[in-house]
């Protein structure tokens, strides 16, 4: 039980990216997910959140710049980054709090393995 996060990459400053989190395929559903990110030498931060009625809540930081989204029926989150700042640079994750399998498992505060993110000129 797992989740991936994709779409990083390298952008010069002001440019736009969009992350992707995808479960693995025993996953049918998930409650709230949320993307964190980690710069080097700092803790892990919380950049957004969104609720399984698609509710969001953004970190100051993402507020008017980031966009969080999901597709419940692929239990798929995504995350539009623009105006993008040399201080975005991290890896970002994504995480489930909760998730069900089809075996019929409840799975509780699920991470995936980031996606590296680089604002740079």
């Known amino acids: 039980v797992q989740l991936q996060a994709s779409g990083g990459g390298l952008v010069q400053p002001g440019g736009s990216l969009r992350l992707a989190c995808t479960p693995s395929r025993n996953i049918f559903s998930i409650n709230a997910m949320g993307w964190y990110r980690q710069a080097p030498g700092q803790q892990r931060e919380l950049v957004a959140i969104?609720?399984?009625?698609?509710?969001?809540r953004y970190a100051d930081s993402a507020k008017g710049r980031f966009t969080i989204s999901r597709d419940n029926a692929k239990s798929t989150m995504y995350l539009q980054m623009n105006s993008l700042k040399p201080e975005d640079t991290a890896v970002y994750y994504c995480?489930?709090?909760?998730?069900?399998?089809?075996?019929?498992?409840?799975?509780?505060?699920?991470w995936g393995l980031g996606t590296q993110v680089t604002v740079s000129s």
């Open positions: 969104i609720l399984r009625d698609s509710t969001p």
């Open positions: 995480n489930a709090d909760e998730a069900w399998t089809r075996d019929g498992h409840r799975h509780l505060d699920i």
